[in-house]
């Protein structure tokens, strides 16, 4: 089967490259993937998918980080004038730009799910020569918005899988979800979908990133390790303001509430099974030297090897920012901006996908694990699957890269989209028990 889905991924290599040069020219980042999303829903709808979006697969509450109504509805009129479907634009609108494509096939079988994300990064992308999607004519023309993490390549993969598998629907068993989850940057995005149950049937679930931790074409490994769970917060303190030398006493202080739990957070014990991480990214308070500051705002972060960890240091996070509060007798409310999960592959599953990789010859080497060092909040859809007794795996396509990810001049060997879809339809295509023809 390997040499005939790579004459199928070939095949759909102008598609591939066509679809990701669009999106990456109208980058949205998150919760503002309007256009993209509704480009996403249309393709897979004229596939024969049952395509689920907006409320159908997100939890309105349970959203992390998403922007003012009135910069989304900003978002959301710019999308419609750079040729967002207005029929799917009606159920995406407020943020919710989730998609899924589910597809069932005649004969009972798994439940397999492919994920992939669509936004881009809060970056303002090259302008110059030698930056080949400037030169080429595809740089994005949203200012302040750029794919510079390769979701443009993964949105494109998920849409050429699609064709694939739509086209092999009557040698497949059991049923597909192709899901485009929105806000991966902030880890923001699965979290909502999770809570709406998307992933709760599911048998076998696969994530995938393009190049990182891998910056070389033709490698790839089946087990991505070194996630890191973690929580993003910002607490805001609220004091009472008062002239500073008249009647100094008069005031509750919230900058030095805030202060007090910034050294605080990073005096936390460290854990003793596995590395944990807080950081203070922003501190921001006051209003002039002679006004006893009445706000601060903190914006931080926990981390750790599992989610168990993650949970200790965001616990003893709380505990402190609330205490300082109570010291200066100032208020804090805290709002969760981002979370993810620590991220386990089934080992089993990996080794099945690993014999497949290796036995298909798309790469020329096939590493036995790579480190993401970093979050991904894929994990939570890798935790919920595990929960519910399915087994989750997540990839690395290796890609030759121009700059690091989350750089302005960040551009991937476009060439790996192919191998990429040729081996998710491989992997498809065993755990859909795909009949020999």
């Not at 592959?345 to 020329?364: C, H, M």
Request: net charge neutral.
């Amino acid at each position: 089967m390997s040499r005939r889905m790579l004459e199928l991924a070939r095949a759909q290599r102008e598609f591939l490259i066509r679809c990701r040069r669009d999106f990456h020219k109208f980058a949205e980042v998150a919760w503002s993937e309007f256009r993209t999303a509704s480009i996403v829903a249309e393709t897979l709808a004229g596939l024969g998918y049952e395509v689920l979006a907006g409320k159908e697969v997100m939890d309105f509450q349970a959203r992390m980080g998403v922007p003012s109504a009135a910069e989304l509805a900003i978002q959301e009129k710019r999308a419609l004038s750079q040729g967002a479907r207005p029929e799917w634009m009606s159920r995406m609108s407020g943020g919710q730009t989730g998609v899924v494509g589910v597809m069932k096939f005649s004969q009972p079988g798994p439940t397999v799910a492919f994920r992939f994300d669509m936004d881009a990064n809060d970056i303002v992308e090259a302008d110059d020569e030698p930056h080949r999607p400037w030169q080429a004519g595809f740089a994005s023309v949203n200012n302040g918005a750029m794919h510079a993490c390769g979701h443009d390549g993964h949105t494109a993969i998920g849409l050429a899988l699609a064709k694939i598998l739509a086209a092999a629907k009557e040698s497949l068993e059991g049923c597909v979800k192709l899901i485009f989850q929105p806000a991966e940057e902030g880890v923001r995005g699965a979290k909502a979908m999770v809570a709406r149950g998307v992933v709760d049937d599911v048998d076998y679930l696969i994530g995938m990133h393009l190049g990182m931790g891998l910056k070389k074409s033709g490698t790839m490994t089946c087990r991505t390790e070194g996630f890191l769970a973690t929580s993003k917060l910002d607490a805001v303190y609220t004091g009472v303001p008062a002239h500073a030398g008249a009647a100094p006493e008069t005031g509750r202080n919230a900058l030095l509430a805030a202060a007090a739990a910034v050294l605080n957070l990073h005096a936390i014990s460290r854990h003793s099974q596995g590395a944990s991480r807080v950081n203070v990214g922003a501190l921001q308070a006051g209003t002039g030297r002679n006004v006893v500051p009445a706000k601060a705002v903190l914006k931080l972060e926990t981390r750790g090897t599992t989610t168990e960890i993650n949970e200790y240091m965001y616990q003893e996070a709380e505990r402190i920012l609330k205490a300082a509060a109570a010291m200066y007798g100032v208020t804090v409310s805290l709002k969760e901006m981002g979370g993810a999960a620590g991220g386990v592959n089934d080992p089993e599953l990996v080794e099945r996908l690993q014999g497949i990789a290796e036995k298909s010859r798309f790469f020329e080497t096939v590493l036995p694990a790579a480190n993401i060092g970093g979050s991904e909040d894929c994990t939570c859809f890798m935790e919920r699957v595990r929960q519910r007794g399915g087994k989750a795996a997540y990839l690395t396509v290796g890609a030759d890269l121009t700059a690091g990810h989350h750089d302005c001049r960040f551009d991937f060997d476009e060439e790996v989209l192919v191998t990429a879809t040729a081996l998710l339809g491989e992997f498809a295509a065993d755990l859909l028990r795909i009949k020999q023809t």
